[in-house]
């Protein structure tokens, strides 16, 4: 279901062109479609940069807004979203739709023994839906 892991160096390192500020996670829980709305602040640091490159798998892009506007400027390649032609600073809108119960490589967001569950880093957490 997910890409193979790939091996990542020192030396490949660079800075990130922007960074997130502050996000806001809400999920409507379903096993086989849950949606995930992310609302971050976003701030370029790279003067240069013009596009935001987001990493992910598995994921359907359901709405992109920047600004409260639909964005259209984006394309998804690879298990990337580039999102094109960004400002300076903005508020980004992203809501995707997952499948955790047929989620077998165990990573984001699953179902394991009834329970959805997360993992980042090696850590995991369940979490219960509420009723």
Request: hydrophobic share 35%; charged share 25%.
């Amino acid at each position: 279901m997910s890409q193979q892991p790939t091996a990542k160096y020192r030396d490949d390192y660079r800075a990130p062109d922007f960074t997130i500020t502050d996000i806001n996670l809400e999920f409507d829980l379903n096993p086989n479609k849950t949606l995930v709305t992310a609302v971050s602040q976003v701030k370029r640091i790279n003067e240069r940069a013009t596009d935001l490159v987001l990493d992910g798998d598995d994921l359907t892009l359901v709405r992109l807004d920047i600004n409260g506007d639909t964005w259209t400027a984006y394309s998804e390649e690879a298990g990337k979203l580039i999102i094109r032609d960004v400002p300076a600073a903005f508020t980004l809108t992203i809501q995707t739709q997952l499948d955790p119960e047929n989620n077998s490589a165990l990573e984001g967001l699953y179902i394991s023994g009834g329970a959805y569950c997360t993992s980042v880093k090696q850590k995991a957490s369940v979490v219960s839906p509420t009723t």
